[in-house]
């Protein structure tokens, strides 16, 4: 239902007059309701659905293209394509050593799409600040006598990475 509306008011905008500019907002807000719902999910679960996060690779791809069509920022589709490969490439390379599971994988493809869409500033920072807050985090678990056994889900910091990066796009529009 989420994805229905998000793609219904997109569409309508790629259609108005400076409705590009919008369609990024609603993309932004739709991460932020997936993103808030896989961050529950994940830290409760330590599982981040596929049922939830391949369907959004289509409403953002789809978001998207409707900003491209409305004759706006044509170089963010190639930002986005190239930002949500080397995410996935770097974040597959981390699970392959066992520290990010492929649920944090796919959510990385993902928030790729979105944050190079955005800009390369955004692209970098969210990742960054995503391991950032992972990383305090740690620290605090490690502090309070947690061990290094303890297992974080790492999906809300990299999606809270992600909002901050959106964020501070948005605020530099």
């Known amino acids: 239902m989420l994805a229905a509306v998000t793609l219904a008011v997109g569409g309508t905008l790629a ?4 409705g590009s500019e919008t369609i990024f907002l609603v993309a932004a807000a739709y991460i932020a309701l997936v993103g808030a719902w896989l961050a529950i999910i994940d830290l409760r679960t330590h599982r981040l659905p596929d049922r939830i996060v391949f369907p959004s690779y289509g409403v953002l791809a789809a978001l998207l293209a409707f900003h491209v069509l409305s004759g706006s920022d044509v170089a963010a589709l190639g930002r986005a394509a190239i930002t949500a ?4 490439f770097l974040y597959a390379v981390m699970n392959r050593w066992g520290s990010m599971g492929l649920g944090d994988v796919k959510l990385g493809i993902l928030l790729g799409l979105i944050l ?6 955004a692209a970098i920072a969210g990742p960054v600040l995503g391991f950032l807050l992972a990383f305090v985090v740690a620290i605090v678990l ?3 006598g947690k ?16 909002l901050i990066a959106i964020a501070q796009h948005l605020g530099n529009r």
């Open 147 to 162: 061990g290094r056994n303890t297992h974080i889900a790492f999906g809300p910091y990299l999606i809270g990475g992600a």
């Open 116 to 121: 190079g869409w955005a800009g390369w500033g």
């Open 85 to 88: 490969a080397l995410t996935g």
């Open 15 to 18: 259609i108005t007059r400076n």
């Open 142 to 144: 490690l502090i309070a």
